[in-house]
C-alpha cells in the first residue's frame, strides 16, 4: 500500500482537555518539531516546572533515534536497509538492521490480519503507477498482471534474517513506518517519565499520552471533520485521495489495493483509534480498500475503533468507536464546540 494517501489530514491542538485538569502540580510545555521520514514529527511534553532541560535533552535524543530509523526504511534513500533488501530480492536470506527485522515482522502480521488489504510488498505496484503518471496513460490489465506476481508473497524472516522470494519484489514501509517510529518514542518517553506527550508524524498519526488531550481532525480540504478526546491512544488518518495523479484526465490516488493493483479514484476518509500507533496506521490504510463488512471484521479482530466517510458523504463507525473518542461532529464545516484553538504549526 502506496504512503501517499496519507498526509495533512488534521489539526491537532497543543492543549489538553479542561475535564483532565489537575490543581497539582502545574504542567510546563515542553515542545518541538522537526522534519524527519520526509514529515514533520510534533512532539509536546507536559513536565513539572524545572524539568525542562532534561525533556529537551530526551528530545534530541528522540529525534535522532528516529532520524536513523528513517536511514533504514526510506526506500528513497539507495544505502538504507529497506533498499539494500529490495535491491538483493531473489538472493536469498540476509542479515538487516534489528529495526528492520521487526517492522518486517509487524508488516507481515498486519497483511495476515487485514486480508492482504495492507500489504509492504506493494512496491512494483507502486512503481508500475509512478511510471504510468510520468507518461500519462494508465496501466494496461496485462501490466498490471505481470507486477502482482511479484507482490502478496510472505516476507522470508528468521533470525534476523530477512529475503524477498523472486527478482523484482521490492518493500515500501510507508504505511507503516511513522507508525512504528511513534511506538518507539512512545515507550522511550514513558521510561523517562515523560508519558504526558502528544505525538504527531505528519498530522496523519498520532499518540496522545499521560492526559486527555483534545485534536481537531480536518478533511485534507482543511474543512473541520470532528472532535475527538484521546488519553493513552494512537489515532491515524489515511484519506484515499489526499495526494493524487491524473492520467489521460483522470485523477488516481497514491493509494493503491495491493490485491488488485489498481490505484483509487473514489474519496475515502478512514480514522483509526487504538493501542499501538503500528496497529492504527495499518488499519487506517487498510480500511480504504476494504468494505465496510470486510472493514468491520478486521476492526473487531484487532479490537480497534474507526469511522470511515465515503465519497457520497455516507459514513460508518464502529460500535466502540464513541466511547472510545467522545466524537464530536462539525455541522455545516464549521468546528464542534469546543475546538482547540492553539494550532502545532
Not at 110 to 130: E, H, S
Not at 201 to 216: C, K, P
Not at 279 to 291: F, I, M, P, Q
Not at 319 to 344: E, N, V
Amino acid at each position: 500500500m502506496s504512503s501517499g494517501g496519507r498526509v495533512l489530514l488534521f489539526a491537532l491542538a497543543a492543549v489538553a482537555s479542561t475535564a483532565c485538569a489537575q490543581p497539582a502540580p502545574q504542567w510546563v510545555a515542553v515542545e518541538d518539531g522537526r522534519l524527519v521520514m520526509g514529515t514533520v514529527l510534533d512532539v509536546s511534553l507536559r513536565v513539572s516546572p524545572g524539568g525542562e532541560a532534561p525533556a529537551r535533552e530526551a528530545l534530541d535524543q528522540l529525534f535522532r533515534e528516529v532520524a536513523a530509523l528513517s536511514r533504514v526504511a526510506s526506500r528513497f534513500d539507495p544505502e538504507s536497509g529497506v533498499s539494500r533488501l529490495n535491491d538483493a530480492a531473489g538472493q536469498g536470506p540476509a542479515a538487516v538492521d534489528p529495526a528492520l527485522y521487526e517492522m518486517l515482522l509487524q508488516a507481515e502480521s498486519a497483511r495476515r490480519a487485514t486480508r492482504g488489504a495492507f500489504d509492504v510488498t506493494v512496491g512494483p505496484v507502486v512503481a508500475l503507477w509512478t511510471e504510468a503518471a510520468g507518461r500519462d496513460r494508465a496501466p494496461s490489465r496485462d501490466e498490471l498482471a505481470q507486477v502482482l506476481t511479484r507482490v502478496g508473497r510472505p516476507i522470508g524472516l528468521e533470525q534476523g534474517r530477512a529475503s524477498l522470494a523472486l527478482p523484482g519484489m521490492s518493500v515500501d514501509l510507508g504505511g507503516i513506518a511513522k507508525g512504528f517510529a511513534l511506538d518507539r518514542v512512545r515507550a522511550r518517553l514513558a521510561e523517562e517519565g515523560l508519558a504526558r506527550c502528544l505525538l504527531s508524524f505528519g498530522r496523519s498519526s498520532v499518540w496522545a499520552g499521560g492526559q486527555t488531550w483534545r485534536l481537531l481532525i480536518e478533511s485534507d480540504d482543511g474543512t473541520p471533520v470532528g472532535l475527538v478526546e484521546l488519553r493513552d491512544q494512537a489515532l491515524s488518518l489515511s484519506s484515499s485521495l489526499a495526494q493524487s495523479s491524473v492520467i489521460e484526465g483522470v485523477a488516481y490516488g497514491h493509494v493503491v489495493d495491493p490485491r488488485s493493483g489498481q490505484a483509487l479514484q473514489s474519496r475515502r476518509i478512514a480514522v483509526v483509534v487504538g493501542r499501538r500507533a503500528t496497529e492504527a496506521e495499518v488499519l487506517s490504510t487498510a480500511l480504504l480498500v476494504l468494505d465496510e463488512a470486510a472493514g468491520r471484521a478486521v476492526l473487531e479482530e484487532q479490537r480497534a475503533e474507526a469511522w470511515v466517510r465515503e465519497e457520497d458523504g455516507n459514513e460508518w463507525q464502529t460500535s466502540g468507536w464513541q466511547a472510545a473518542t467522545g466524537f464530536r461532529a462539525s455541522r455545516a464545516g464549521a468546528p464542534p464546540a469546543g475546538s482547540p484553538q492553539l494550532d502545532l504549526d
